[in-house]
C-alpha cells in the first residue's frame, strides 16, 4: 500500500513537471482559428474579437476578449484552448428563428404584433433570446390591460428544431373588455354627478351602452374624460379646478370596473379688467373691438383661446403669418382675474411660393387662377384663406386643405401649400328602353365642369324618345381674360311632343343658341350677359287645349325671337357642390328685343342660404327661394304659353309630379281627359331644409341627407288664376344627395301635406345627373 501511494505521487510530481498552463504565460497569438459556427460568419467573430494575430497574450486579456465576443448576443456558450501558438475559440450560437406564429388575435392585428416583435429584434432569420421573448410577452398582455381586457392571456413557446433552429408561437386569448359598472364623483358641489358624466365619453353599463361599446373601459379613453372635465371647468371660470385623483378597482372575475374621480371645484372667477401688452402694430382700439368681453363676464378659456385665435388672424392679414397671442388670467383673492393678452407679432412674412398637391387630372394653372394670394407678397392670412374658399367653390374637389409653411434658413419667407383631393366633376349618361307611351328611347348625355383638367365647362347631349329628340352642345370659358371674365356659347335643337310630358298636348320644335359674356364686380359678385337666338314652331297636339289653339289661330305657329339676357349673382358659399355655409343670391332677366316677333320678358331671382347649427358644420339648416315672373310688352299682352313656368317634382316641390301644378288647361270639345297642366308666368317656390350627417357614412363633403319642408305653386295672373295663399302646395319628407362617379345622385321620399283632388302626386322621386 506505501509503494503504490509513493509511486502515485511520483508520478503526479512528474506530470506536474512536465505540463504548462494553457494561458499561465504570455504568449504570441500565431494563428486563431474558430470551431463550432454554423450561421455566423467567421468575420464576424473576428471583427468582435479584438486579439489579432500576431499580437501578446494573457489570461487576462483572453477573459476580457472573450466578454466582448459575448456582447453581440451571437453565442450561448465560447470555450478557448491553445495548441502551441494557435488560439482555438470554440463557439455554441444561439439558435435562429425559423417562423413565427400568432393565435387567437382579434383586436390587435396580426401585422401589429410582428412589427412589435420586429422593433424588440424577434423576427424571422435573427437570433433567437429568450428574455426578450419573455418581455414582449409582458408588454402585449399590458396593451390588452390598457385596452380594459384584464382577464387576457399570452403565451409564448418556443419550439426547439434541427439545425439549432427554434420556431416561436405565440398563443393569445384576449378575453372580454371589462364592464363600466359605477362612476363615482367626489367633491362637486356646483355640478350635479348627470351633468359631469354627460361628458364622458366612458359611459355605465347598459344595454344601449353595451351596442355602442361606450361603457367598454379603457386607460386612454378614462384620460380623454379627466382632460374633458377640467376644460370644462375652466371653460366656467373655474380656474383653480383639479383633479385629485382618479382609481380604477376591478371586481374579483375582472369583468367589471369601478372609477372613483375626486375633484376639487374652487371657486368661480370673474372677468376684472382686460389689457392688451405687447408690440400693438394695430391700433389698439382695434384689437378691442375684436375682443367680446366685459367686465363682470364669467371667465372661460375657450373663450380666451378663440379670441387669441381671432387677433393672431388679424395680424395674419397685415401679413405677420407668425403671429402669437397668448391670453393670461391673473387671479386675485376676490375671485376676479385680470386678463392680459400678450401680442407678439413676430416679423412680417412673404409668401416665396405657391404649391399644389394631389390635383391629378385639374392642371395647375386651374388653381393658380383663384389665388388671390401672390407670391412674392405680403403673406396675408386672409387672402390665403378665402383663396382656399374660391378653390372649394370650384367644385372640382371634394376637400381643401392649406398649410403655411416656414422656409427653413429664413425667418420672414413662407410656402403656401394647398392640398386638394379632386372629385368626379361631371356626369354621364346613357339609356336604352321601352315605354308604352314614349315607345323606344335612346339617350346619351355627357357634362364635364372641368374638361380634361382646365376649368373650362363643356356637355354634349343627344336624346330621342317617343316624346323628345334633341341635340345641345355647350362650351364656357371661366377665364377667358386673365381678368376673369368669363365667355361661353351654346347650340341647341329641340323637337318635343308635350302630350308625353304630363303637361297639355302641343308639339314645339326649338333651334337656337347664345353668346355669354361674365365679368365679376368683385371677390364675390359677378354679372352676366349675352344675347342669343330661337327660331320656335309650335304645333297642335292630338288634344290640344282651347288656350293652345287660340294662339296658334291669333299669332300664328313660327317666331323667330332674338334676345338680350343679364343677370347678377352674388355667392358667399363655401363649396361650389354640396356647400355648408354661405348664401348664393342671384337675379337674371330674359328679353326678347324689338324685331322679335313675340316681345316678352322673364324675371327670375334665387335665394340660398346655409346656416350651420354645428362647429363641424355637419348639422345645417337650408333655406331656398325661387320666384319668377313673365309678361308681354309692347304691343303684346303675354307672354308665348310654350314659355312658361313650371313647379313639381325633384329640386321644386317634392312629393307631387314634375310640372303638374298650377293652372289646368282648358279641353277641347272632343276631348274628354282629365285637364293638364298649363303652367304659367308667375312662379313661387320655397324649401326649408334640415341637414344632418348621413347614417354610417363619415364622408359629408359627398352625400348629404336632409328632411325638408317644400312649398310651391305657379300662377297664370293673365288667365286668372291669382296668387292664393291656400292654393300653395306643401310636401315634407326626408331626401338623399350624393356625388357619383357618373354624376350627381339624388332621391326623396316626400309626403303631399295638402294635396287635393286632381293633384298628381309622387312619394319617391329620383334624380341623376342633376346639379343641384
Do not use: C
Amino acid at each position: 500500500m506505501r509503494r503504490f501511494l509513493l509511486g502515485l505521487a511520483v508520478g503526479l510530481a512528474v506530470a506536474a513537471t512536465s505540463m504548462t498552463p494553457a494561458f499561465a504565460d504570455e504568449f504570441t497569438v500565431a494563428d486563431i482559428e474558430v470551431e463550432g459556427l454554423q450561421r455566423v460568419s467567421a468575420g464576424t467573430v473576428f471583427s468582435a474579437f479584438p486579439i489579432n494575430i500576431g499580437e501578446q497574450m494573457d489570461e487576462t486579456e483572453l477573459a476580457e476578449s472573450i466578454k466582448s465576443l459575448f456582447r453581440t448576443g451571437l453565442f450561448t456558450d465560447i470555450e478557448a484552448s491553445r495548441d502551441a501558438g494557435i488560439l482555438i475559440l470554440t463557439v455554441r450560437e444561439r439558435p435562429s428563428i425559423t417562423s413565427i406564429d400568432i393565435e387567437g388575435n382579434k383586436n390587435i392585428e396580426t401585422g401589429m404584433l410582428k412589427d412589435a416583435l420586429a422593433g424588440a429584434g424577434l423576427q424571422e432569420g435573427q437570433v433567437f433570446r429568450r428574455a426578450t421573448l419573455e418581455r414582449l410577452e409582458l408588454e402585449i398582455l399590458r396593451s390588452y390591460i390598457g385596452q380594459g381586457r384584464y382577464n387576457a392571456r399570452v403565451k409564448a413557446t418556443a419550439e426547439v428544431l434541427p439545425r439549432n433552429r427554434v420556431a416561436i408561437r405565440l398563443d393569445i386569448n384576449e378575453g372580454t373588455v371589462a364592464a363600466i359598472r359605477h362612476i363615482n364623483l367626489v367633491g362637486n358641489h356646483d355640478f350635479s354627478d348627470e351633468q359631469l358624466r354627460d361628458l364622458f365619453e366612458l359611459k355605465t353599463s347598459s344595454w344601449w351602452n353595451s351596442l355602442t361599446n361606450s361603457d367598454k373601459y379603457a386607460r386612454e379613453r378614462l384620460s380623454g374624460d379627466l382632460e374633458t372635465l377640467r376644460s370644462f371647468y375652466l371653460d366656467q371660470g373655474y380656474l383653480d379646478f383639479n383633479v385629485e385623483s382618479s382609481q380604477v378597482s376591478i371586481s374579483p372575475d375582472k369583468r367589471q370596473v369601478f372609477i372613483a374621480i375626486a375633484l376639487n371645484e374652487g371657486q368661480q372667477y370673474t372677468i376684472s379688467d382686460i389689457r392688451l401688452r405687447g408690440d400693438l402694430i394695430i391700433d389698439e382700439k382695434e384689437l378691442r373691438e375684436l375682443i367680446p368681453l366685459e367686465e363682470g363676464d364669467v371667465f372661460s378659456r375657450a373663450r380666451m383661446i378663440s379670441i387669441s385665435e381671432t387677433l393672431a388672424f388679424r395680424l395674419g392679414k397685415e401679413g405677420y403669418a407668425f403671429a402669437n397671442v397668448n391670453a393670461v388670467p391673473e387671479p386675485s383673492e376676490d375671485n376676479t382675474a385680470v386678463v392680459t393678452f400678450f401680442v407678439e407679432p413676430g416679423k412680417r412674412a412673404y409668401v416665396r411660393r405657391i404649391n399644389f398637391d394631389g390635383n391629378v387630372s385639374t392642371r395647375d394653372d386651374v388653381l393658380r387662377q383663384e389665388m388671390t394670394q401672390m407670391e412674392g407678397g405680403i403673406a396675408s392670412s386672409d387672402r390665403i384663406e378665402f383663396s382656399k374658399t374660391r378653390l372649394e367653390r370650384l367644385g372640382f374637389f371634394q376637400t381643401v386643405n392649406v398649410d403655411t409653411a416656414p422656409v427653413p434658413g429664413t425667418d420672414d419667407l413662407v410656402d403656401v401649400n394647398y392640398s386638394v383631393k379632386e372629385q368626379p366633376t361631371g356626369s354621364l349618361s346613357a339609356s336604352v328602353g321601352f315605354s308604352q307611351n314614349s315607345g323606344v328611347i335612346l339617350g346619351a348625355n355627357i357634362s364635364e365642369n372641368n374638361f380634361f383638367g382646365t376649368g373650362k365647362r363643356v356637355s354634349l347631349g343627344v336624346n330621342v324618345s317617343g316624346a323628345v329628340k334633341s341635340a345641345n352642345v355647350s362650351y364656357m370659358d371661366p377665364y377667358y381674360t386673365v381678368d376673369g371674365v368669363s365667355r361661353g356659347y351654346s347650340v341647341f335643337a329641340r323637337k318635343t311632343d308635350f302630350a308625353q310630358q304630363y303637361v297639355t298636348s302641343y308639339l314645339l320644335d326649338e333651334y337656337g343658341g347664345r353668346l355669354t359674356f361674365g365679368y365679376p364686380t368683385d371677390n364675390i359678385t359677378r354679372l352676366n350677359f349675352g344675347l342669343g337666338y330661337t327660331l320656335s314652331r309650335v304645333k297642335d297636339g292630338a288634344f290640344s287645349s282651347r288656350e293652345v289653339t287660340d294662339f296658334i289661330n291669333t299669332e300664328g305657329d313660327s317666331f323667330s325671337n332674338y334676345f338680350l339676357f343679364g343677370s347678377w349673382r352674388r355667392s358667399t358659399l363655401n363649396r361650389g357642390v354640396l356647400p355648408s355655409d354661405g348664401y348664393s343670391h342671384s337675379v337674371s332677366l330674359d328679353v326678347s328685343v324689338p324685331g322679335s316677333d313675340l316681345t316678352f320678358y322673364k324675371l327670375s331671382h334665387k335665394t340660398d342660404f346655409y346656416f350651420p347649427l354645428t362647429e363641424n358644420n355637419r348639422w345645417v339648416l337650408r333655406t331656398r327661394t325661387d320666384i319668377g315672373y313673365g309678361d308681354g310688352y309692347g304691343s303684346r299682352s303675354l307672354m308665348p304659353f310654350y314659355e312658361h313656368f313650371y313647379a313639381g317634382g325633384y329640386g321644386s316641390v317634392r312629393g307631387y309630379q314634375a310640372n303638374s301644378l298650377g293652372r289646368r288647361a282648358t279641353n277641347a270639345p272632343n276631348d274628354f281627359s282629365a285637364p293638364d297642366p298649363f303652367g304659367g308666368n308667375l312662379l313661387t317656390e320655397g324649401s326649408l331644409e334640415l341637414i344632418f350627417p348621413t347614417p354610417f357614412a363619415g364622408d359629408t363633403r359627398s352625400m348629404r341627407t336632409a328632411f325638408f319642408l317644400d312649398a310651391g305653386q305657379v300662377f297664370d295672373t293673365d288667365r286668372g288664376f291669382r296668387p292664393e295663399l291656400r292654393a300653395v302646395r306643401l310636401s315634407a319628407g326626408i331626401g338623399f344627395q350624393w356625388i357619383t362617379a357618373v354624376g350627381p345622385l339624388a332621391f326623396s321620399l316626400a309626403k303631399p301635406l295638402n294635396d287635393k283632388p286632381g293633384d298628381n302626386t309622387q312619394i319617391f322621386q329620383f334624380s341623376l345627373g342633376q346639379t343641384f
